[in-house]
């Protein structure tokens, strides 16, 4: 039997060791929250372009593993250095996936693929910010890890860290418990949506890594162009997406193989992630064999005329701006242009004229009953990003315009423009959330008081996007309030495509350099929230200062209207037994 340490040191001699970019020196730190009540000016716009280096500081805040020198967190430490023990191969690195201490494979997929995917669109925003080294920093970070989870053709680890361990502990990153078993996913007990959706991460990536464009309408990618890592990167894209569809074991559902995930990241189906993983591999390998067997997917899964959600569960809105994308980059790899235009417009439609499941919350977040009670800026953020990124395909002026202007309202709502005047991105303004659940930044031990322990946070988690507000636009800053102030990898992701977008396109500040210190606290809600944690308080909210004070004048109004059409009525009987 190999030793451990053998292994470990193979692995990391057979991985690829391929040049990144230099990061920044000095490096790019998040300023004060202060900061973000200023206005400035420029192209690009330097509150934008600090917002995009926010964002994908976060991302260093969470990682796992043996931290480099250029670690820009000081009060991060190296962490679970030994995941990967239990099965004799070195799984440590990548990210913790929300405020804990769990490595999920599925989530991270997501987030990776919708990363790259934005970095290939709007990519130019991370150049002018001089931010791409930072993402492909991240990015690295988080495929490598990948990689290392993917190693052999058949063979993908799709879970570190046990659920209930470790949702009993809440404290720092040296005293993560140290019973962190590995899952995994095989051929004969597989997990085609897992497997797929890594496959699509990977091949979209390599596509960004490739310096490929899908056209004129977009931006340039980002400057981060390697052909080694690409083609790395494909070669598992490849090895994945034929497992996947050629598994001994049949094409199921990855909590079948491993029900641990269930507790946390259960997948509703495989339809999806098998369809987009063909969908990007054909475009990473310019095969039109591979769009068409996307296309049998599709149809054949009868994913047409869905309105639900995007997120990292459900991927089958994203599929036909995708295949709008490619076909209308290249007609030797897709086809059916005008097909998917329709498709995705019909999608888009729904979303701008109100017709779909979603419907808009009293100071107008996009919101989705179910979905959108978990982490309600999420389904809004991936709708803008949507939205923003399929507007330079749209049929006509008036849709472009259109649904532009609906991403920007949902943008402008998560940066302050909604009835809390809460920028909802940690570290951005005064009146971002103070009390984001995550274990790491709290600084405290004792689960039982979280809320209290300690009472002021301990470390700032810049650039965390928090869940939300609840669905009557509400935000209570509770740290043990997860639905509205936990932070996770999949949350950033859109908000970074879309900024990046501003960094190219807008010179105006974003919404809360116009909020100054101390706007939440006047409109701060008592009580508390309605959501999974709070169900108690699941009835009509409490009407707001302004609201009592209109039901007041309602009421007198009535009160009046009532007593001149009694005295009405009384000299109308007078008169009548008068005459």
């Known amino acids: 039997m190999w030793s451990l340490s053998f292994l470990v040191v193979c692995n990391f001699l057979l991985a690829p060791v391929i040049g990144q970019l230099s990061l920044p020196k000095p490096p790019f730190l998040p300023p004060n929250p202060t900061a973000g009540t200023q206005p400035s000016s420029g192209s690009p716009n330097p509150q934008w372009s600090t917002l995009l280096g926010n964002l994908l500081y976060f991302y260093e805040a969470q990682r796992s593993g043996k931290l480099p020198p250029s670690n820009r967190v000081s009060w991060r430490n190296s962490s679970a250095v030994d995941d ?86 809440w404290g720092g990153d040296l005293g993560i418990p ?105 475009w990473a390998t310019n095969s039109s064999t591979l769009f068409n067997q996307a296309e049998t997917y599709y149809a054949n899964f009868s994913l047409a005329n869905q309105n639900g959600v995007l997120n990292w569960d459900s991927k089958t809105p994203a599929l036909a701006v995708l295949f709008a994308q490619i076909a209308r980059a290249s007609s030797q790899i897709g086809r059916n242009l005008s097909s ?62 259109a649904y532009s202007a609906f991403a920007q309202t949902q943008v402008d709502y998560i940066l302050g423009k909604n009835s809390m005047s809460v920028p909802y991105i940690v570290g951005s303004n005064p009146n971002s959330p103070a009390n984001p659940h995550s274990a790491m930044a709290s600084g405290g031990g004792d689960i039982e008081n979280i809320n209290t322990s300690p009472e002021q946070e301990a470390y700032v988690i810049y650039g965390a996007l928090v869940g939300g507000p609840d669905k009557y636009g509400r935000f209570f800053d509770i740290r043990n309030d997860w639905p509205e102030t936990e932070v996770a990898l999949d949350y950033n992701a859109p908000m970074l495509t879309l900024t990046a977008l501003h960094v190219i396109n807008d010179t105006n500040d974003p919404f809360f350099t116009s909020l100054q210190e101390g706007a939440y606290n006047k409109v701060r809600p008592q009580g508390f929230p309605c959501d999974a944690v709070y169900p108690q308080s699941c009835r009509s909210p409490p009407l707001s200062r302004g609201g009592t004070i209109a039901m007041a004048l309602i009421i007198a109004i009535v009160g009046l209207i009532l007593a001149g059409l009694g005295g009405w009525y009384i000299r109308l009987v007078s008169f009548q037994k008068s005459v």
Not at 101 to 112: D, G, N, R
Not at 142 to 163: C, E, F, M, R
Not at 233 to 259: S, W
Request: charged share 15%; aromatic share 12%; glycine share 8%.
């Open 84 to 169: 990967g023990r239990d099965v004799q191969l070195d799984l440590s690195g990548g990210y913790y996936d929300a405020g804990d201490y769990i490595k999920a494979t599925f989530p991270l997929s997501f987030t990776l693929m919708s990363i790259c995917w934005g970095a290939t669109d709007f990519g130019k925003g991370y150049d002018m910010a001089n931010q791409t080294a930072y993402l492909d920093d991240m990015l690295r970070w988080g495929l490598d890890w990948l990689i290392k989870a993917h190693p052999s053709n058949n063979t993908l680890y799709v879970q570190v860290g046990d659920i209930a361990t470790d949702l009993a502990y």
């Open 178 to 282: 140290t019973f962190r078993p590995s899952f995994q996913v095989n051929d004969t007990n597989p997990g085609t949506d897992v497997v797929a959706g890594a496959s699509a991460a990977f091949s979209a990536c390599s596509g960004l890594y490739s310096g490929r464009s899908f056209s004129g309408s977009f931006s340039s990618p980002a400057s981060l162009q390697n052909s080694s890592y690409a083609r790395t990167l494909l070669d598992h894209a490849q090895q994945l997406h034929t497992f996947a569809v050629n598994a001994t074991g049949g094409q199921k559902l990855y909590q079948t193989a491993v029900p641990s995930v269930a507790e946390s990241y259960s997948s509703s189906s495989y339809n999806d992630e098998l369809t987009l993983s063909a969908l990007f591999l054909s």
């Open 340 to 401: 998917w235009q329709a498709e995705a417009e019909r999608y888009l439609d729904q979303i701008v004229n109100k017709k779909g499941p979603a419907f808009l919350t009293p100071d107008g977040l996009l919101y989705y009953n179910g979905d959108s009670d978990s982490a309600s800026l999420n389904p809004a953020l991936n709708a803008a990003m949507l939205l923003s990124r399929y507007a330079p395909l749209a049929s006509t002026p008036a849709k472009k315009a």
